[in-house]
């Protein structure tokens, strides 16, 4: 890859806002939709159907596993891939359907301005995800990540998301704060179950028990949903 194009800063950001045709109107779902969008890449990914893959950051290897098998195979069933870029489940989602060069793409919600990558650890991915797919924001360049950003980035993955595939989920974790966003958004909640002895998972058996679909497959989460005909 060539060294211009290893920072999201060179690259141009863009804006919609509500007016605008390419604003999501599955986002006017939320109370508090944001009025502006920043973006790189390619804003027509947000009409179509995206699945939402979220997880621990720091995962196990089995999880980054099942979080690429997912995030490939729903992409080859149609759906595009929506994540936070954070470090573990959620990289592994997003690198799972870019190794794929498929049709479907995946897109990124970031909690911080698209000029900066966080993490750091991401410049790669974020430039691979800007080439091939989609970074979103709702906050202006400049803007540094902050604590509280990413409950509210949260926010916007369960609402632009058909549903939301747990993979491993520790207690009051941010994967926890987007299940229930998207449950309370009328979203579908499918959840990867654990061993019973892991921190890992007692967030995920938490949301089993309150009614989660148990998932032991992709095709579990299909079934769930309207069949996407392939692009």
């Known amino acids: 890859m060539h060294k211009q194009l290893q920072s999201t800063a060179n690259f141009r950001i863009q804006s ?12 006017l779902d939320l109370s508090d939709p944001p009025k502006r969008l920043f973006y790189i890449g390619d804003i027509q990914l947000l009409a179509q159907p995206m699945l939402a893959i979220v997880g621990a950051r ?5 999880g ?41 793409k995946t897109i990124a919600v970031c909690g911080n301005g698209l000029d900066r990558t966080y993490p750091p650890e991401h410049r790669e991915l974020a430039t691979r995800i800007a080439l091939q797919g989609l970074l979103l924001s ?18 916007i993955i369960a609402a632009l998301s058909l549903g939301v595939v747990v993979i491993e989920a520790a207690q009051k974790s941010g994967s926890l704060i987007t299940a229930y966003l998207a449950s309370s958004l009328g979203r579908e909640v499918f959840v990867l179950p654990g061993a019973i002895t892991s921190p890992l998972f007692e967030g995920s058996h938490q949301l089993i028990q309150e009614g989660a679909k148990l998932v032991r497959g992709v095709q579990d989460v299909l079934e769930e949903l309207p069949s996407i005909r392939l692009h």
């Open 16 to 27: 919609i806002t509500q007016e605008c045709s390419y604003y999501p109107k599955r986002l």
């Open 64 to 104: 980054l596993l099942l979080a690429q098998h997912f995030s490939s195979a729903l992409g080859l069933a149609g759906y595009h891939i929506i994540s936070g870029m954070a470090y573990g489940i959620d990289g592994a989602a997003h690198r799972g359907i870019l190794d794929l060069r498929a049709t479907c």
């Open 58 to 62: 720091k995962a196990s290897p089995s």
């Open 138 to 155: 709702e906050y202006p360049p400049g803007t540094s990540p902050k604590g509280f950003h990413f409950p509210r980035r949260n926010r």
